[in-house]
């Protein structure tokens, strides 16, 4: 038996009982709604009428992460995994791929990619794992993978990925304080923009936004959930704004800026 072999059955004694029998259920499910005399809506769907949700429930168990709900995070994976396990499902009507492929395809992935694992090479740092990664990407696809807009992905999550690879290749800040000075002369631009054309703004703002993405990769900040948790707590204190407005008998809205802003103290205060 290789190492490779004995790894993998280490491993396979850590996962849940009974898992594999619980996939082929679910993949059994989704088959039988498929079936000619399945779901009428299910039978509907095409691979293009069901990307959206591929995007959404993906974003709704981000969401579940950053506000650690667990509960709610373990039925958002469910709706992500239906996801996969639907588009498998009408591939294989189609003669494309199957459930099987998926599965098979990303296990070979994860055991080609982790050769410090399953295979000779060492690799001590996180750092160290991702160089392979990317080396070992780059070798299987036969060309250079170099800097390219990332298709599909939100602007945010484009810019971070565009970045990290850009950095990898050694285009990148010696450390966080360039970055911040950076960060102050798109500002300046930003202002000396302002009642310019709107094309022009748009620009700095995009110049703007890419350098905070990149303020936040250097400090280990995930941009995506720091202005998730941000705008949550913003709803948060919002709420306790009209509250206490409403509590008082007044009109939020009609409140001028200064009294806005003493509830909005309030507000924080009372959120901790």
Excluded at 217 to 233: N, Y
Aim: overall charge negative.
């Amino acid at each position: 038996m290789s190492a490779e072999e004995v790894n993998v059955e280490i491993a396979s004694d850590l996962v849940s009982p009974g898992l594999g029998e619980k996939f082929e259920k679910l993949a059994g499910v989704m088959a039988r709604l498929r079936s000619p005399d399945g779901c009428p809506w299910d039978l509907e769907q095409t691979p293009s009428t069901l990307a959206k949700h591929i995007l959404e429930e993906a974003y709704e168990s981000v969401d579940a992460i950053g506000r650690g709900d667990w509960e709610h995070l373990a039925e958002e994976m469910g709706d992500l995994l239906l996801q996969v396990v639907f588009q498998a499902q009408i591939a294989r009507e189609h003669g494309r791929f199957d459930l099987a492929d998926v599965v098979d395809g990303i296990t070979e992935k994860l055991e080609r990619r982790h050769p410090h694992i399953f295979g000779s090479e060492t690799a001590e740092t996180a750092e160290q794992v991702t160089v392979n990664w990317e080396r070992i990407k780059a070798e299987q696809e036969g060309k250079d993978v170099g800097v390219r807009m990332p298709a599909g992905l939100p602007a945010m999550l484009a810019s971070r990925k565009l970045q990290s690879k850009a950095a990898r290749a050694g285009f990148d800040w010696d450390d966080v304080k360039g970055v911040i000075d950076k960060l102050d002369e798109e500002v300046d631009e930003l202002k000396d923009a302002l009642g310019g054309p709107r094309e022009q703004v748009e620009h700095e703002v995009g110049d703007l936004l890419f350098t905070m993405v990149n303020l936040s990769r250097h400090l280990g900040v995930d941009p995506e959930l720091a202005l998730s948790g941000t705008a949550r707590e913003f709803v948060r204190r919002y709420a306790l704004m009209e509250e206490e407005a409403e509590r008082r008998g007044e009109d939020l809205a009609s409140l001028t800026i200064d009294e806005k802003e003493e509830l909005w103290q309030s507000a924080k205060r009372l959120d901790g």
